[in-house]
Structure formats: C-alpha cells, structure tokens
C-alpha cells in the first residue's frame, strides 16, 4: 500500500515562511510528478506547485518568485519552500504524486491527508 505523509503546516504572519514536506512511502515501483495543491474554504482545489522526476518545475502565478518546489528522489520526498507568505496563501495544503505500485502495472494518483497553512496579517 502506498501512502504520502506531509509535514510542515503551521501559523505564520504575512512575510513569514514554511517549509512543507512530503514523504512517500510503501510498495512503490517509480514516481513521476509530484506537486502541490492548496484548498481554501469554499473554494475549489488549485494546483500550487509540480516537479516532474527530470525537476522540471511548474508554478501558479500567485507563487511565482516566492514558493520553490523541490524533491529528493532518493527519499521519495517532495517539499515545498513557502517565502514572503500572504494571508491569501491560508489553506489546506495537499501533497499529490503519480506512482505506480510494485504490485502492478498502472500509474496512479495519491494525495496526502492535507497539512493546515495559516497566514496571519
């Protein structure tokens, strides 16, 4: 069974910065993409940040020049570097990789159980 596990969320003030961290873990053959996504309430899911497994990086607009995405393949870890952060970065920070399992063929999306960021003004 394949599981992401992230770490990192927390109260900040506008400015401030955090760290997030991914881990993947379990009967995992290969990882392509991992990336990102951020949830506000009352709002649909959006995509924050990817990395393709070559660390090709993709960015929503908003972040450009203040998140950097980066990963260690080798620890089957993505992070996610959050710098000069706004009271509209405040959400529920999701984690998301395609994996396939050992124990089959297919790729698969995973998602993580979500990490609280909180932006104070």
């Known amino acids: 069974q394949v599981q992401l596990v992230e770490s990192g969320g927390g109260l900040v003030q506008a400015g401030g910065s955090l760290r997030l961290s991914c881990a993947a873990s379990?009967?995992?053959?290969?990882?392509?993409?991992m990336g990102w996504y951020h949830q506000a309430p009352g709002k649909q899911r959006e995509l924050v940040a990817a990395?393709?497994?070559?660390?090709?990086?993709n960015y929503a607009d908003s972040v450009k020049g203040r998140f950097t995405i980066s990963r260690d393949n080798a620890k089957n870890t993505v992070y996610l570097q959050m710098n000069s952060l706004k009271p509209e970065d405040t959400a529920v920070y999701y984690c998301?990789?395609?994996?396939?399992?050992?124990?089959?063929?297919?790729?698969?999306?995973?998602w993580g159980q979500g990490t609280q960021v909180t932006v104070s003004s």
């Open positions: 998301n990789a395609e994996i396939r399992d050992r124990r089959w063929s297919e790729w698969y999306d995973y």
């Open positions: 379990g009967s995992i053959f290969s990882i392509n993409a």
């Open positions: 990395i393709t497994s070559g660390g090709t990086t």
